[in-house]
Antibody
Framework: QLQLQESGPGLVKPSETLSLTCSVS??????????WGWIRQPPGKGLEWIGI???????HDNPSLKSRLTMSVDTSKEQFSLMLTSVTAADSATYYC?????????????WGQGALVTVSS | QSALTQPASVSGSPGQSITISCTGS?????????VSWYQQHPGKAPRLMIY???KRPSGVSDRFSGSKSGNTASLTISGVRTEDEGDYYC??????????FGGGTRLTVL
């Protein structure tokens, strides 16, 4: 059974960089033509798409975050990562890593449990 | 990219059918058969319930069904149960290179 697990600091200071890593187990990042991505959800609010990355490094980003966002993938470690620079309180959210069904489906069939990140001094 | 429009809340009695709508534009819902629906219980990660408008992942009850007409997609739950209570989100491919979510609908089973 595929499992995704987010890891990273739960508290980030304003203007600093938020960094999260997603570790994939029970399957391979490289196999099957899947994309891997990030979704966030501010407390008490709805879901926001952050972006996706293919095992070869190709990405699609949310235009509203593009200037601050970097995603990377390390297939040897079965991990992919997110960096978001110049964070503010508005970036406080639960961050989920996800797997996107291949073949252009744009559907997210596996989700991590989520990592709560708070931006505060 | 603008969020898709969903009703804030819907409710129904056990055994009834309920429908949640998701309205977008020709750039997203209307332009692609790539609408998904997710169920989220409090404190949990969302769960995929419907993808590509009408398809159900393995393990999802056939009480859940999806449809689309023009720029509006719908999720119907037949014979709603108390365990169906939660938040429901639609999503759609937008412009072929991004994903957009609806604002979410809280389902209450009375």
């Amino acid at each position: 059974q595929l499992q995704l697990q987010e890891s990273g600091p739960g508290l980030v200071k304003p203007s600093e960089t938020l960094s999260l890593t997603c570790s994939v187990s029970g399957g391979s990042i490289s196999g099957g033509g899947f994309w891997w991505g990030w979704i966030r959800q501010p407390p008490g609010k709805g879901l926001e798409w952050i972006g996706i990355i293919y095992p070869n490094g190709l990405t699609h980003d949310n235009p509203s975050l593009k200037s601050r966002l970097t995603m990377s993938v390390d297939t040897s470690k079965e991990q992919f990562s997110l960096m978001l620079t110049s964070v503010t309180a508005a970036d406080s959210a639960t961050y989920y890593c996800v797997r996107q069904i291949g073949g252009g489906s744009w559907s997210l069939d596996y989700w991590g449990q989520g990592a709560l990140v708070t931006v505060s001094s | 990219q603008s969020a898709l429009t969903q009703p804030a809340s819907v409710s129904g009695s056990p055994g009834q059918s309920i429908t949640i709508s998701c309205t977008g534009s020709r750039s997203d819902v209307g332009g692609y058969n790539l609408v998904s629906w997710y169920q989220q219980h409090p404190g949990k990660a969302p769960r995929l319930m419907i993808y590509e408008v009408i398809k159900r992942p393995s393990g999802v009850s056939d009480r859940f069904s999806g449809s689309k007409s023009g720029n509006t997609a719908s999720l119907t739950i037949s014979g709603v149960r108390t365990e169906d209570e939660g938040d429901y989100y639609c999503s759609s491919c937008a412009g072929g290179t991004s994903l957009v979510f609806g604002g979410g609908t809280r389902l209450t089973v009375l």
